[in-house]
């Protein structure tokens, strides 16, 4: 359906016209014009977080005084890290040297593109570090035009259009697989390279124009992504990657052509804020599933979706997250922000495209409690075997963590080893393991049953196609029942006897008393109990995996094992927080859910 609606909108698109017949003839015209760096300095003028962003980025322009320039490294198939670092670079140092005329930033600025441009190439075997690299040469080229002397202008172009833009378009000749892939790779491909080619538009306009058709007619593939609510099957992690992209790209095109062709206005992606505010827990940690870190850190593109779509929530969040800005976070930057609890969102939210759900008690209370919980189809770009897995947060720390991704450059990471990989099995995640084996590869599970109330919300997710071989009935409900205690309920019945594992991977200080469990951090704990089976037990196992996997030191995985396998069982875990030295809080709970 998303494929098909996604052909539709393409269709459309490759029939508006020569896109650039509205091309801003002058430089620059990506993403920032004139006009808005005069903006930008009355802001700092006026604005502490404005100011205190521009001196952090004057402290990191003086740090790159004594750093070497971007290198050809490859590390496993990748020159992406260095791509970024040009990036990153070369928008830090134009946007100072726009907003202060100080040559030393036009210097360095030109120092790290003339390192660039020496590369014998830029890694097309691995189109992002292509992609991102054409990024950085199209900000390069168009916010420093007008004081490049010729020269200049005319080798930065040269190394954008053949180690970039002629490149891309051989891909996309042969079909390209990223061309029209519904994951991040279509953005940052599609988007890098189409901003690309709006920086040279003038110079190279039939390239440009060839360019531009492909990147119209294949991102809206992604975009379909967003439908219906605004979810992202990828993980947080690579939401950012893909929504920051979308945000570039589309910037780009309104500067430089004064329309995004509609593209923003694909179903679903006005909300992807949401997800991203929704996603973040109150210990400032994200429900990180699929190969992504738990760092929440900055999403400039949170202030662009902010003015876009009329959302000062998203701009709230962003504000909220500025330590470490991002030149954009200056760029996009918006004052008028608006709390959850001021815009009146609800605490829970289920986000049905991605089947992913969370659960909170407060959106101002630092100390609450919050759950992210997922259904998900393990098809995804970069998902983990992790069907029905949690998080929990709780007393401004996290207690049910998800360990994240492994170095991307384990052996066959991407391919035939990746299920060996402790990280990615089933045996990792806080959801329930049958005779210690992987859930199906292909299996998805979808969220069945949803209520929010004041006093119990509740997400259950059919996990049966996990195990299809085993399973005639596998269902996880997640609840928080009076915005107090989390409640986990297993309902299994198998077609033959199995084992059934119930798991929490913690980095807690765990004890044991056979059906009870206490989790121990500093001023806070969780007490865990077995509701149900009465002969259940708890106890916790290593997580740590054979070298050279990553150790996951600190952390055990705290499991309800069974006397012997069973056919049916119920299996139903309380995890209540509270201060230490307070008086568990009581919850009554109609069981089972």
Same mark, same amino acid.
């Given at each position: 359906m998303r494929y098909a609606l996604g052909l539709v909108f393409a269709t459309l698109l490759v029939a508006a016209g020569d896109p650039l017949e509205t091309l801003r003839k002058e430089h620059p015209r990506l993403i920032a014009l004139d006009s808005d760096i005069e903006r930008l300095r009355g802001l700092i003028r006026a604005n502490p977080q404005a100011r205190k962003m521009y001196d952090s980025f004057v402290a990191e322009a003086a740090a790159l005084e004594s750093a070497p320039t971007v290198q050809y490294k490859i590390v496993g198939p990748r020159l992406l890290a260095q791509s970024r670092l040009c990036l990153d670079r070369v928008y830090l140092l134009g946007l100072l040297?726009? %907003?202060?005329?100080?040559?030393?930033?036009?210097?360095?600025? %030109?120092? $790290?593109?003339?390192?660039?441009?020496? #590369?014998?190439?830029?890694?097309?075997?691995? #189109?992002? +570090?292509?992609?991102?690299?054409?990024?950085?040469?199209?900000?390069?080229? +168009?916010?420093?035009? *007008?004081?490049?002397?010729?020269?200049?202008? /005319? &080798?930065?172009?040269?190394?954008?259009?053949? *180690?970039?833009?002629?490149?891309?378009?051989?891909?996309?000749?042969?079909?390209?697989? &990223?061309?029209?892939?519904?994951?991040?790779?279509?953005?940052?491909?599609? !988007?890098?390279?189409?901003?690309?080619? %709006?920086?040279?538009?003038?110079?190279?306009?039939?390239?440009?124009?060839?360019?531009?058709?492909? =990147?119209?007619?294949?991102?809206?593939?992604?975009? /379909?992504?967003?439908?219906?609510?605004?979810? &992202?099957?990828?993980?947080?992690?690579?939401?950012?990657? /893909?929504? @920051?992209?979308?945000?570039?790209?589309?910037?780009?095109?309104?500067?430089?052509?004064?329309?995004?062709?509609?593209?923003?206005?694909?179903?679903?992606?006005?909300?992807?804020?949401?997800?991203?505010?929704?996603?973040?827990?109150?210990?400032?940690?994200? #429900?990180?599933?699929?190969?992504?870190? +738990?760092?929440?850190?900055? =999403?400039?593109?949170?202030? &662009?979706?902010? @003015?876009?779509?009329?959302?000062?929530?998203?701009?709230?969040?962003?504000?909220?997250?500025?330590?470490?800005?991002?030149?954009?976070? %200056?760029?996009?930057?918006?004052?008028?922000?608006?709390?959850?609890?001021?815009? @009146?969102?609800?605490?829970?939210?289920?986000?049905?495209?991605?089947?992913?759900?969370?659960?909170?008690?407060?959106?101002?209370?630092?100390?609450?409690?919050?759950?992210?919980?997922?259904?998900?189809?393990?098809?995804?770009?970069?998902?983990?075997?992790?069907? !029905?897995?949690?998080?929990?947060? /709780?007393?401004?720390?996290?207690?049910?963590?998800?360990?994240?991704?492994?170095?991307?450059?384990?052996?066959?990471?991407?391919?035939?080893?990746?299920?060996?990989?402790? @990280?990615?099995?089933?045996?990792?995640?806080?959801?329930?393991?049958?005779?210690? $084996?992987?859930?199906?590869?292909?299996?998805?599970a979808p969220v069945v049953e949803r209520s929010f109330q004041p006093k119990l919300a509740l997400v259950r997710i059919d996990l049966a196609n996990a195990y299809p071989d085993k399973m005639e009935r596998l269902e996880r409900a997640v609840a928080l029942a009076d915005r107090k205690t989390v409640i986990v309920q297993d309902r299994i019945k198998a077609r033959q006897p199995v084992e059934a594992l119930w798991g929490m991977v913690t980095d807690a200080e765990v004890s044991l008393r056979e059906r009870a469990a206490e989790l121990r951090k500093p001023g806070w704990v969780v007490d865990a109990e077995i509701l149900s089976p009465g002969n259940g037990r708890f106890e916790t196992i290593s997580t740590r995996p054979p070298q050279p996997q990553r150790q996951n030191e600190g952390t055990t995985k705290l499991l309800v094992r069974l006397p012997e396998k069973v056919e049916q069982a119920d299996i139903i875990v309380s995890l209540t927080p509270r201060r230490e030295g307070t008086a568990r809080p009581a919850v009554k709970v109609k069981l089972p859910l």
């Open positions: 040297y726009r %907003l202060d005329g100080d040559r030393k930033y036009l210097e360095r600025a %030109l120092a $790290e593109l003339r390192a660039a441009a020496a #590369f014998p190439d830029w890694n097309p075997s691995h #189109f992002l +570090d292509t992609a991102e690299m054409s990024h950085a040469f199209a900000i390069g080229y +168009d916010w420093l035009y *007008k004081s490049l002397s010729e020269d200049d202008r /005319a &080798w930065i172009r040269e190394a954008l259009v053949s *180690k970039g833009l002629r490149v891309a378009q051989a891909h996309y000749e042969k079909g390209a697989w &990223w061309a029209a892939v519904e994951h991040n790779w279509n953005q940052v491909c599609n !988007g890098g390279i189409g901003i690309g080619a %709006l920086a040279v538009a003038g110079d190279h306009p039939d390239l440009a124009r060839d360019i531009l058709r492909r =990147a119209r007619e294949n991102l809206p593939h992604a975009l /379909a992504s967003y439908a219906p609510d605004g979810g &992202w099957a990828e993980g947080p992690g690579y939401w950012h990657y /893909a929504t @920051r992209y979308t945000a570039y790209f589309l910037a780009a095109l309104e500067t430089a052509l004064g329309t995004d062709f509609g593209l923003s206005a694909s179903e679903g992606f006005d909300r992807a804020g949401h997800f991203r505010v929704y996603f973040c827990g109150p210990s400032g940690r994200t #429900f990180n599933y699929a190969d992504a870190s +738990d760092t929440v850190g900055t =999403a400039a593109e949170m202030f &662009w979706l902010a @003015r876009k779509f009329s959302q000062p929530v998203y701009a709230w969040h962003e504000q909220r997250r500025l330590e470490r800005a991002e030149v954009l976070d %200056l760029v996009w930057f918006r004052e008028e922000a608006q709390s959850p609890a001021e815009a @009146r969102w609800p605490l829970d939210a289920y986000f049905r495209g991605v089947d992913v759900a969370f659960l909170r008690s407060s959106w101002d209370d630092p100390d609450a409690i919050f759950v992210g919980v997922k259904g998900g189809d393990n098809k995804v770009n970069h998902s983990q075997l992790d069907l !029905g897995t949690f998080v929990l947060d /709780a007393g401004g720390t996290r207690w049910a963590i998800d360990l994240g991704p492994d170095d991307y450059n384990l052996p066959q990471y991407f391919g035939a080893l990746r299920w060996t990989y402790y @990280r990615m099995r089933t045996e990792s995640h806080n959801t329930v393991l049958i005779d210690g $084996e992987n859930q199906d590869r292909s299996a998805a």
